[in-house]
């Protein structure tokens, strides 16, 4: 049974840092297609950063390149999200996703409808 949990939500100021993280369980972080998504109140989710589980590709979205940073630990099944100089509009609910390796080759995995979710956690930023 596919698991994620993800802790390490909070409220930061503008320019600060967080770092989430993603406990998952019932699957092989080497196999699969893993990311992070955000919802903003009033807006649709979208896509912060992925891999698509084929040959380590990896998948930012504009928004957050340069500032935002995903990281596995196989060994462990964790899975991070690092974001740096963050801003209000960073401001949403994180989820952690996983789904079988998206394919073929070449696919944006930020556009994709992942398999199973986490329950998310809230990142506020605001002064």
């Known amino acids: 049974q596919v698991q994620l949990v993800e802790s390490g939500g909070g409220l930061v100021q503008p320019g600060g840092s967080l770092r989430l993280s993603c406990a998952t369980s019932g699957f092989s972080l080497d196999d699969y297609a893993i990311g992070w998504f955000r919802q903003a109140p009033g807006k649709e989710r979208e896509g912060v950063v992925c891999f698509t589980g084929v040959d380590d590709r990896l998948n930012v979205a504009n928004s957050v390149k340069g500032r935002f940073r995903i990281a596995r630990d196989n060994a462990k099944n964790m899975v991070f999200l690092e974001m740096r100089s963050l801003k209000p509009e960073d401001t949403a609910v994180y989820y952690c996703?996983?789904?079988?390796?998206?394919?073929?080759?070449?696919?944006?995995?930020?556009?994709?409808?992942?398999?199973?979710w986490g329950r998310g956690t809230q990142v506020t930023v605001s002064s």
């Open positions: 996703a996983a789904n079988p390796p998206i394919l073929p080759p070449g696919q944006n995995c930020l556009h994709r409808e992942f398999d199973w």
